[in-house]
């Protein structure tokens, strides 16, 4: 079996991507297919194309509509290490940030002037996200050169503007329908906050994990050793929040899990204070679904950023990451509330990837069935 594939760059996450047609012609589902391809399960994926850690172990599958009111589909999945599964539940931001590069790079979109705009839907979630390319002069600089936290390279600029988030997954913003909550875990009581934008995501205070809000570069190392307690208040939190019947059943992506803080008396540069983790581990830098989530979060009264944020939003709220300082901005766009964040992307190979063996399927082979 050969499958082509771009192996591309979008913000500080790397996915394959494919088209919808290619995975389609396979005899065995996408279920069955991409762990095989991305060599799960196995904690190196050593025979396949993952690269074994939650931020390089993801696929984008493009589908060009040939009418409507987007530009292109896509869905994202969240390919297993250590297990051959995918988790279809959620959305990637920083991957999200391909779709229209490929789109221009493929010919599907041409270029408009000094700036394409791209309108893309997310299948998992049904998230419209307007994306704006940077093409000066109508057309992709011959070498990219924009920057971003979190990336020693230059891409290309992609303005991501998620368009009324809020609720596309539990059909809230607040779940639960309040600001904050309590979640008893192992007999111990956790404060949180659940938001739903974005993505679904949980939140709790830096300090009740024992966490120094002046020393945030030391975040990663302290949460590790409590990581398991952490994937516990999550998937308490997914039943809390209706995405589950019980913890166990939780998908092991969604909701994600925020910690949070005021920034530093000596970061005058941030407004908030920010340590994701992605799929049980800290996440080196920022989920931007979850950043989306932050942002409301952020600028509804009563919830622990909000109570946590160094001053009242404006249009843009400064996130302090382990990777450095990443902007998200509001604004209203023809009726319509757009939360974006910039990214960067690139295009880092174009090829076929080689599967010697039939694969059988015990699931619906269709692609269709198993992504919506």
């Known amino acids: ?73 896509f869905t994202f999945a969240q390919v297993g290490i250590e297990e051959a599964t995918v988790d279809w539940g959620s959305n990637c931001g920083n991957c999200s940030a391909v779709v229209g590069l490929y789109a221009i790079e493929k010919g599907w979109v041409v270029p408009t002037g000094d700036v394409t705009r791209i309108v893309t839907r997310n299948t998992n979630t049904g998230q419209i996200i307007v994306q704006d390319v940077s093409t000066p002069s109508g057309a992709l600089p011959i070498v990219p050169q924009a920057e971003m936290p979190g990336v020693p390279f230059p891409g290309y600029r992609v303005g991501l503007g998620f368009r009324d988030p809020a609720g596309k997954t539990t059909g809230a913003l607040l779940p639960t329908g309040s600001p904050v909550d309590t979640l008893t875990v192992a007999g111990t009581p956790w404060t949180v906050s659940m938001v739903d934008a974005g993505a679904p995501l949980v939140i709790l205070r830096a300090e009740d994990l024992g966490l120094d809000h002046e020393r945030h570069d030391g975040w990663s190392a302290t949460v590790v050793p409590q990581l398991d307690v952490l994937d516990a208040i999550r998937r308490e939190a997914a039943v809390r929040m209706g995405m589950a019947r019980t913890p166990e059943e939780a998908a092991r992506a969604v909701p994600k899990l925020a910690v949070v803080a005021a920034p530093a008396s000596s970061d005058p540069d941030s407004d908030l204070s920010v340590l994701m983790l992605s799929m049980g581990k800290p996440h080196p830098a920022l989920a931007i679904t979850g950043s989306i989530a932050l942002t409301l979060a952020a600028r509804t009264p009563g919830t622990l950023p909000a109570d946590a944020v160094r001053a009242t939003p404006g249009a843009t709220l400064r996130l302090r990451t382990p990777a450095g300082v990443i902007e998200t901005w509001s604004e209203e766009r023809n009726g319509s509330l757009l939360v974006g964040v910039d990214r960067t992307a690139r295009t880092i190979a174009s090829t076929v990837i080689h599967l010697p063996e039939v694969l059988g399927s015990a699931v619906d082979t269709s692609f269709a069935g198993a992504t919506q």
């Open 1 to 73: 079996m050969k499958i082509e594939a771009e192996w591309m760059r979008g913000g500080t996450s790397k996915c394959w991507v494919f088209e919808s047609a290619q995975l389609g012609a396979a005899p065995a589902g996408p279920d069955v297919l991409l762990p095989r391809l991305f060599g799960s399960p196995d904690s190196r994926q050593i025979d396949g194309v993952g690269g074994a850690t939650s931020t390089t172990s993801k696929a984008v599958i493009l589908d060009r509509p040939v009418d409507g009111d987007v530009d292109v589909e």
